[in-house]
């Protein structure tokens, strides 16, 4: 039944896709974070339906009369050039036969994120973009939220198998990443059944998010409550709910759970952590020896980077690893010039409240990636693309209301020759 059910919504999709390929963006994303037709028992589970909304929204895309154009900011420019690096290091790859099919995972991936740029052009598609990630991630966050109340968090939540969201970290990581979103829709949505939904999978998510007993997602949960307080608008409202989580944690979670976080502090006793240690030291050696880096899947078997960080550092070198940070960082100050631009702008207020809870999530990728190998996870370039389409929004508006202001002062109506005459007059009087 659910192999008909996602077969169905999928190809119900396709003729819409190719009259608003738009659209073929918000159902690429679905699939892409909520995997759908991994939750099924049969055909569905190994039906390529991504590839074929991907194919779909491109034919759809060169058929469409819209404009579509690539907003050429410094974010999208650094990812080109972070992208074109990938494909050179491969080139120069330890093992190439693996290395060439990772990066067609990859390139597929950006491929898509540049054609939702050319797509994803006004507030309502973008809106309905956020709310697909935040449902998609979400639902495993209610999910896991109720599974972790019932049994008491002594079990760990997972995602669908062969996913980027599979492990519990990985995970625990994308959880804390869609909190911010939640919120940010929560201050949009003006019905209150949609705000109070909101708030209870935002709860959800969170215990969901330590149910996990990811160390990585604990780190990003901590850094993300703190941030999100700091950008929050009302914080003596934000401090309670982040107070009730904490006190949620401590009434639902297991002594084992205890244990297992407090390990963060006792590091040198633990195995796993040391393994860490020496895969980082291992990415930085090939980095050091290697210019551009292993290339991908150069960590492989039970060898992982544990690390997005030392993951670009050892698969494409000190260039990589710099142009995958700037990415983060020029993204984080552009959403920062984005929201004093617009925060005191009547029409333009909720995107100010966008780029403050993009800005947390990005502290929670930056944080809990700090300790997982998802360089390549395609929730943080939507992060990116979601700043580069409030750049390129934010533009369009500006540029519309210059040209209103110079018809109005072109068709202002001129004085007439008589009173022209008198206005001299009286300026020689």
Not at 69 to 83: A, G, N
Request: glycine share 8%.
């Amino acid at each position: 039944m659910r192999d008909i059910l996602v077969v169905a919504l999928v190809f119900g999709s396709l003729p819409l896709i190719l009259k608003r390929p738009w659209f073929g963006i918000i159902v690429w994303t679905w699939l892409g974070f909520m995997n759908p037709h991994r939750l099924s028992w049969g055909f569905a589970q190994t039906m390529p339906v991504a590839m074929i909304v991907a194919l779909t929204t491109l034919i759809g895309m060169l058929l469409s009369r819209e404009p579509k154009k690539v907003p050429w900011t410094r974010e999208s420019l650094l990812l080109l050039l972070f992208v074109l690096w990938m494909t050179l290091t491969t080139f120069f790859a330890q093992f190439p036969t693996f290395a060439w099919e990772q990066w067609e995972k990859v390139a597929k991936i950006q491929l898509m994120i540049f054609v939702a740029m050319m797509l994803i052009t006004s507030r309502e598609r973008l809106h309905l973009l956020v709310w697909t990630i935040a449902v998609s991630i979400g639902f495993y966050g209610v999910k896991g939220g109720i599974f972790t109340i019932l049994h008491g968090g002594v079990h760990r939540v997972y995602g669908p198998d062969g996913t980027f969201i599979g492990d519990n970290n990985s995970m625990g990581m994308a959880l804390t990443m869609t909190i911010p979103l939640m919120y940010y829709l929560y201050q949009e949505s003006s019905r209150r059944y949609v705000r109070l939904g909101l708030l209870a999978a935002m709860v959800l998510t969170a215990l969901a998010a330590f149910g996990t007993h990811s160390r990585g997602a604990l780190l990003g949960m901590v850094a993300m409550g703190v941030v999100l307080w700091w950008k929050s608008r009302h914080k003596i409202f934000m401090a309670i709910v982040v107070a009730a989580g904490a006190a949620t944690v401590f009434l639902f979670m297991p002594q084992e759970w205890f244990d297992r976080m407090m390990t963060i502090k006792t590091y040198e006793a633990d195995a796993s952590v040391q393994g860490r240690f020496y895969a980082w030291n291992n990415a930085y050696n090939i980095a050091v020896e290697r210019f551009f880096g292993g290339g991908f899947e150069t960590f492989r078997g039970n060898i992982d980077a544990h690390s997005i960080y030392f993951e670009v550092l050892g698969e494409h070198g000190f260039v990589g690893l710099a142009l995958f940070i700037a990415l983060g960082l020029f993204s984080w100050m552009a959403a920062s010039r984005i929201r004093r631009q617009t925060e005191k702008s009547d029409d333009m207020a909720w995107m100010a409240r966008l780029m403050r809870m993009t800005q947390v999530s990005l502290v929670a990728y930056a944080t809990a990636g700090a300790f997982l190998g998802m360089a390549y996870y395609d929730y943080a370039y939507n992060l990116v693309l979601i700043v580069i389409v409030c750049t390129a929004i934010l533009a369009q508006s500006a540029s519309s209301k210059a040209a209103v202001s110079a018809t109005r002062q072109t068709t202002a109506p001129r004085p007439s020759a008589g009173t022209a005459a008198v206005i001299a007059g009286r300026i020689g009087r």
